[in-house]
């Protein structure tokens, strides 16, 4: 059976036992949607929302699960209109959008049965976006960024309103390496994606030795700084991110450009970076050192 063919007859599955859950919904197999609706009294609500996310996670389960899957996908997608409605009691949802960098696979391990709004960044982060709702940041969901119109052209973006709010960022100096940090300001994380402006070393030369302990920090050193500075890099990083009630990673980065690679360190106490040997310092040999281990065989 081919992937559409099974995909159809996951539609068919919904089509046949949303009714039973939520009365009223209507499913257009044709277009693949579903029709809900939510409200209370006379506020009454509905959205065409597609069946695409609930096709795939269903292929990739037995089909006994499928009916457990559908259900609480469905009950979710009710659940994200009515968290839609709500939003709006606090203004501007467009202009509220904030990004936040985390540890790839965080939203994978931690969401629901609705996906979230994310964007790729890497092999090693992730780039989710959330909503600032009163004094906290709510998850954005793909079902509700289609609700809420975010997803329209000339909606302000996610990342740049969260690159604006961090701008102001200015390191601290310590012992050979730099800290970004402001208190209890999650989007901090996200000077590691607005390189170009807060971590312009990264960029040049060697790039940076980076860490992001912890949502509201970000630790840096120009990447041929040297062993020692490495290690302290990696101490204030381990204990940084250690009993943090914002972590996001523990482990040191070397950012050069675009490219980005994890740096071994051990699990001593103290750490130690285990530098890539394009990173360690290379021995210089004057021309009578040369020309000496070339007349004596040295």
Wanted: glycine share 8%.
């Amino acid at each position: 059976m081919t992937d559409a063919t099974e995909g159809s007859v996951v539609v068919q599955a919904i089509a046949e036992l949303a009714p039973l859950w939520l009365p009223g919904c209507e499913v257009d197999t044709e277009e693949r949607t579903v029709e809900v609706g939510w409200g209370h009294g006379a506020l009454q609500m509905s959205a065409v929302v597609g069946l695409r996310e609930i096709v795939d996670r269903c292929l990739q389960l037995p089909q006994q699960l499928w009916a457990d899957q559908i259900e609480a996908w469905l009950r979710a997608v009710v659940a994200e209109g009515e968290l839609a409605t709500e939003e709006h009691r606090f203004g501007d949802v467009a202009e509220r959008q904030r990004a936040l960098l985390l540890q790839r696979g965080w939203s994978a391990r931690t969401a629901g049965p609705v996906a979230d709004a994310l964007i790729p960044f890497g092999d090693h982060f992730e780039v989710v976006v959330f909503i600032r709702t009163g004094a906290d940041l709510r998850r954005l969901t793909v079902v509700r960024r289609s609700m809420l119109g975010l997803g329209d052209p000339g909606v302000p973006s996610p990342v740049q309103l969260s690159f604006d709010e961090i701008a102001d960022l200015r390191p601290v100096e310590h012992d050979g390496f730099s800290v970004l940090s402001r208190d209890n300001d999650p989007l901090v994380s996200m000077a590691l994606v607005d390189r170009e402006n807060l971590l312009p070393l990264a960029a040049v030369g060697s790039g940076v030795l980076v860490g992001v302990p912890r949502l509201s920090t970000v630790a840096y050193c120009p990447a041929d700084a040297g062993q020692p500075t490495a290690d302290e890099l990696a101490r204030f990083v381990a204990d940084t991110y250690r009993g943090a009630s914002d972590q996001c990673s523990p482990d040191l980065y070397w950012l050069q450009g675009d490219q980005m690679v994890q740096v071994p360190v051990t699990l001593a106490t103290p750490p130690t970076v285990m530098l890539p040997a394009a990173l360690k310092p290379q021995p210089r040999r004057t021309w009578l050192r040369h020309l000496f281990g070339h007349v004596f065989g040295r």
